[in-house]
């Protein structure tokens, strides 16, 4: 079956205080990962798209990452606007809807 | 970029009313939408694919007669809920995507209460 896990489901920063972000994926023919943002009463902001291992995205303090089993979305020098809930999804196989992580809540200290 | 613009974006209203939301997208034409429903703290949970020109596409436990979806052209969508009652109250969230591998792009979601 076609899987989705997000690690931590929690994360609680500093400001400054770089990490990373796991979406592991356990699917059948991945035909793209894409990473969402979402603040709370919200829809999901768009953010990257990462369709073949070893390709990277950046943008601003974020850089997506993946490879054949997961990815990674780290964030460099995080700022308190960072905080938000950051979502994982995957295409598989023929199936046209987006399969879901349960996403990571990020909290960043000033 | 894409846009997907949602409507209304909060409705409170009595129990038994019929309630329509919009999903519209903006800057380019969308033969498939998704309406999704999330509860706080969750994520997101499919409800059914919108289809241009023909039925939509309902996933297991989702009430057809409930949730009614009108996709009537390429840039609308509408869900209607019918005879709402306090536990059809969530947040309902709209999403288009250009084809079938660009990334799916989110209205900002109605949030609907029953009283």
């Known amino acids: 079956e076609d899987q989705v896990t997000q690690s931590p489901e929690a994360l609680r920063l500093q400001e400054g205080e770089s990490s990373s972000l796991n979406c592991s994926y356990t699917?059948?023919?991945?035909?793209?990962l894409f990473w969402y943002r979402q603040d709370p009463g919200k829809g999901p902001e768009f953010l990257f798209t990462?369709?073949?291992?070893?390709e990277e995205k950046e943008k601003e303090r974020l850089k997506a990452t993946l490879t054949k089993k997961e990815s990674f979305l780290h964030i460099t020098a995080p700022k308190p606007e960072d905080s938000a809930t950051y979502l994982c999804?995957?295409?598989?196989?023929?199936?046209?809807?987006?399969?879901w992580g349960l996403g990571t809540s990020l909290a960043v200290n000033p | 970029g894409a846009v997907v613009s949602q409507h209304p974006s909060w409705v409170i209203c009595k129990s038994g009313t019929s309630v329509k939301i919009e999903c519209r997208s903006l800057?380019?034409?969308?033969?498939?939408m998704f309406w999704y429903r999330q509860f706080p703290k969750q994520s997101l949970m499919l409800m059914a694919t919108?289809?241009?020109?023909?039925?939509?596409?309902?996933e297991q436990g989702v009430e057809k007669d409930k949730f009614l979806i009108n996709h009537a052209s390429l840039t609308l969508s509408t869900l209607t809920v019918t005879s709402a009652h306090p536990e059809d109250s969530s947040f309902y969230i709209c999403?288009?995507?250009?084809?079938?591998?660009?990334?799916?792009?989110f209205g900002d979601g109605t949030r609907l209460s029953i009283l």
């Open positions: 800057d380019f034409q969308a033969t498939t």
């Open positions: 699917v059948s023919g991945l035909r793209g």
């Open positions: 919108s289809n241009e020109g023909s039925k939509a596409t309902y």
């Open positions: 990462l369709y073949s291992a070893g």
């Open positions: 999403s288009a995507g250009e084809n079938s591998n660009q990334p799916q792009h």
């Open positions: 999804a995957v295409y598989a196989g023929n199936n046209r809807k987006l399969i």
